[in-house]
């Protein structure tokens, strides 16, 4: 019988409310969230949940210790049931149908995003919409590239197409895409990608889309995957995981999603260097997660609602000159902070944050919370960035 959520040894119930965990049970998972700040001091920075792990995962990770999954993974993954995993979990849960020979497994997302610049597209200057996770920033000067950096938002809060279609025009022959986005939240509408890839198309670029947060889009908002789109074939190649939506960047493994079979055989063509680190048991946890991991997956997109909605009223009341938006996706909060850089107080308050500047230039008066936790937790975090930021 295979184990889901509703079915392991003993017949224990679903996971009901993962974020109900303690301060030091986190700190004994030995996270680096959790072990990188002074004793006493509250993580909202790396985008870690405190939560409990899903079951599933952890009976599939501990089946597969007993069988001493400990070598190099297989050249073929599919044995191990990863393709079909995915390609079921996609069209379950975006109505997208992934061709299973089109899955091409890799170590995380951002070694994905490398090797698919490095292998599928021009040495010409990549676009990054910022502000912008920090590693699609940082990953684009290592493939040898320029980096070009264009506002992701226009003056309604939409995707910038304009601004994209401007480096287009310049020379630039790629673009990073963050969908959903990261740390500004937004889940990127149909027709915001309908223009975005009317804009490609017209320039001949590429688009490499970062989709590691689309299981964890709010109620309000549906992600539309990039390559679902009419006309995206030739051009798109998607990088997703586990990790984010299940908790499990420790185990390594995430997906690589070519537009065409002969994008697929370029990466397969590769060095085996080019696209290493991938782990067994990170394997093992993947296939857990998209086939057995739902019911888990659905608890936490439902306490992240709540969290989103607890946030907006603790704000409202503790923090009345903060400006932001409410996330339709992920669990990140992108605050605007009245007099300047905030990071420095936020930690002598006994919060860890992200600096805004760590999300490109010109956003020094911002910072980036982490709301991926218990209630109570959430509490304390907003009460000591209210004190820490009126002092």
């Known amino acids: 019988m295979t184990l889901t959520e509703t079915t392991r040894p003993g017949g224990a119930p679903p996971d009901s409310n993962p974020f109900d965990v303690g301060d030091a049970e986190l700190r004994r998972s030995g996270s680096v969230k959790w072990t990188h700040g002074a004793q006493g001091e509250l993580p909202a920075w790396v985008a870690e949940m405190d939560v409990r792990p899903s079951r599933a995962i952890q009976d599939a990770v501990r089946e597969a210790v007993e069988r001493g999954t400990f070598g190099y993974p297989p050249l073929d993954t599919r044995p191990a049931g990863l393709p079909q995993a995915l390609a079921a979990f996609a069209r379950d849960r975006y109505g997208w149908d992934v061709d299973e020979s089109l899955i091409v497994p890799c170590g995380d997302v951002m070694s994905g995003v490398r090797f698919a610049v490095e292998t599928l597209c021009e040495p010409a200057p990549v676009v990054v919409p910022v502000p912008s996770y920090r590693p699609l920033l940082d990953v684009v000067p290592l493939t040898g590239r320029v980096l070009v950096p264009v506002p992701a938002l226009d003056a309604d809060r939409r995707l910038d197409v304009g601004a994209i279609e401007a480096a287009f025009a310049a020379g630039a022959r790629t673009l990073l895409l963050c969908s959903p986005h990261n740390p500004l939240g937004r889940v990127w509408t149909r027709a915001e990608l309908e223009a975005l890839r009317d804009v490609v198309l017209r320039h001949g670029a590429r688009v490499i889309s970062d989709e590691i947060h689309a299981p964890l889009v709010l109620p309000g908002a549906r992600h539309v995957p990039y390559a679902l789109l009419d006309g995206t074939a030739e051009h798109v190649t998607t990088v997703t995981s586990a990790s984010k939506a299940w908790n499990v960047p ?142």
Do not use: M
Request: proline content about 7%.
């Open 250 to 391: 420790g185990l390594k493994c995430a997906q690589i999603i070519t537009g065409t079979a002969a994008d697929g055989a370029a990466l397969a063509a590769a060095p085996l260097v080019a696209n290493h680190g991938l782990g067994s048991l990170g394997i093992a946890a993947t296939v857990a997660a998209y086939t057995a991991g739902t019911p888990w997956l659905d608890a936490v997109v439902a306490e992240l609602a709540r969290r989103r909605d607890e946030l907006a009223t603790l704000i409202a009341a503790r923090l009345p000159g903060v400006r932001w938006t409410p996330p339709e996706g992920t669990y990140l909060a992108w605050l605007e902070v009245p007099g300047g850089d905030p990071a420095p107080r936020a930690r002598a308050g006994g919060v860890l944050v992200s600096r805004g500047p760590e999300f490109g230039p010109g956003f020094e008066g911002f910072t980036r919370l982490v709301f991926a936790t218990s209630s109570e937790r959430l509490h304390r975090i907003v009460d000591r960035l209210a004190d820490s930021w009126a002092a």
